[in-house]
């Protein structure tokens, strides 16, 4: 069993930075691949980015590569999600997730609640 709870969220404009963390509770997090993932109003839920259980590989959708960096750090159990160059396209609530990967939302057992990024212009 895995919880996650998000942090790190706000309100920034345009061509800003946030750091998205999540924290994971349960001895095994290091043996999941951890996902972030949004959902904006009005929208289906869109893969963002996932990080093997290493760290070692790393998978971001075409729409946030060269602004956000997916890491983690398994002594910490938590899994980080780097944005830069914030768009008012990025609003979205944000969860993390762990499993087994891939870039669909049920290929993941254990979600967070979620944390709300909005970007104004």
């Known amino acids: 069993q895995v919880q996650l709870v998000e942090s790190g969220g706000g309100l920034v404009q345009a061509g800003g930075s946030l750091r998205l963390s999540c924290a994971a509770s349960?001895?095994?997090?290091?043996?999941?691949?951890m996902a972030w993932f949004r959902q904006a109003p009005g929208k289906e839920r869109e893969f963002v980015a996932s990080i093997s259980w290493s760290g070692g590989s790393t998978y971001q959708t075409d729409s946030v590569k060269g602004r956000f960096t997916i890491s983690r750090d398994n002594a910490k159990n938590t899994v980080y999600l780097q944005m830069n160059s914030l768009k008012p396209e990025d609003t979205a609530v944000y969860s993390c997730?762990?499993?087994?990967?891939?870039?669909?939302?049920?290929?993941?057992?254990?979600w967070g609640q979620g944390t709300q990024v909005t970007v104004s212009s």
């Open positions: 349960g001895r095994t997090f290091s043996s999941y691949v």
């Open positions: 997730a762990a499993g087994l990967g891939g870039l669909y939302g049920d290929e993941y057992d254990y």
